[in-house]
């Protein structure tokens, strides 16, 4: 996807790290970049479940909340793109009080209308929007190894995000495992 004109980026503490450098670089290209960042939220609602099945002590905050901050950033920021990187979005979550699960065919339908609403809500500004695949943990790093469930979890996220683009041609695929990696 060539992209040009405004840029928003949205996300959690992921695009608030690289927040700085982003606005940066494409300032440097001549490209506009305004970001909506949201440390320790994602960019779908519901509330965010644990690896050991309790829910995210601020999830129902975060879940409150984004809808709200996502139509306002869309419309005020006058974006052609929003770019949306989380990787929240790779937890279970309780929805309408009931738990939808990544990776199974009911959680992955969960998935899609969460996608929709996010998409509805994220484009209502005129913008294209472009999900970011995000590449699995390094095996090993200076925190140690790798989880196993937290590499699983990305690698379903990132197939579900694949699904969705190609059901939803209007949305665009970034894969940054295949710049980065």
């Known amino acids: 996807v060539a992209i040009s004109g405004p840029v928003a980026l949205v996300g ?16 440097s290209h001549g490209v506009t970049l305004t970001t909506s960042v949201h440390p320790g939220c ?38 052609k793109f929003v770019v949306a990187l989380s990787t929240w979005e790779s937890s279970d979550r309780i929805v309408n009080g009931q738990l939808v699960k990544l ?31 995000i590449p699995p943990p390094a095996t090993f790093s200076d925190l140690g190894p790798a989880d196993p469930d937290a590499v699983h979890r990305m690698v379903l996220l990132d197939a579900l995000y694949q ?19």
Do not use: N
């Not at 959690?12 to 300032?27: F, H, K, P, R, W």
């Not at 699904?163 to 990696?181: E, F, K, N, S, W």
């Open 103 to 133: 990776g199974t065919p009911a959680g992955d339908q969960g998935w899609f209308q969460l996608l929709d609403e996010m998409r509805a809500r994220l484009t209502s500004g005129g913008a294209r929007l472009l999900l970011v695949k």
């Open 42 to 79: 994602g960019i779908i609602t519901g509330v965010p479940v644990a690896s050991d099945g309790t829910t995210i002590q601020w999830g129902k905050a975060c879940s409150d909340a984004i809808p709200g901050s996502e139509v306002q950033f869309a419309q005020s920021s006058h974006a």
């Open 163 to 181: 699904r969705y683009t190609t059901l939803h041609p209007d949305v665009g695929l970034v894969d940054l495992a295949a710049i980065v990696c």
């Open 12 to 27: 959690d503490s992921v695009v608030y790290t690289l927040a700085i450098a982003l606005v940066g670089s494409a300032a």
